[in-house]
């Protein structure tokens, strides 16, 4: 994916920076510091082994080089983020209820996503 021209993108994402001029600590940094997201913008994050995919809330997807657990010490202090599954992350603003299917919990997200939560996260959750 290339950026030609940095402000206009800006512009029509409002949520997605490449390269800023600016330094704002509440943005998730990522790519080696050349790429950033506002962290109301992400509903979920999903572990790809030693990998972090981005589920943002305009559907993209973004990748991140780093571990789900170097981005989760990150994100708790930046938003309302709770480690739901060892593959799963969630933005807890997104979180609709979760259901219990047999022995599965699976969280309903406001953005209509389901991802799976463990049975010790879900019994803390419901409290």
Request: one cysteine or more.
């Amino acid at each position: 994916m290339q950026f030609w021209n940095v402000k206009k993108l800006q512009k029509a994402m409002k949520t997605f920076y490449t390269k800023p001029n600016f330094c704002d600590p509440q943005l998730i940094w990522f790519d080696h510091g050349k790429t950033c997201i506002l962290p109301e913008e992400v509903v979920y994050l999903s572990s790809l082994e030693n990998y972090t995919e981005f589920h943002l809330k305009c559907g993209k997807k973004v990748i991140s080089s780093r571990t789900l657990k170097i981005h989760e010490t990150q994100l708790v202090a930046k938003g309302q983020f709770a480690r739901v599954h060892r593959k799963f992350m969630l933005n807890m603003q997104y979180l609709k209820h979760i259901e219990r299917h047999g022995e599965e919990h699976v969280a309903h997200l406001t953005t209509g996503d389901k991802i799976i939560v463990s049975r010790r996260q879900a019994k803390r959750l419901n409290n």
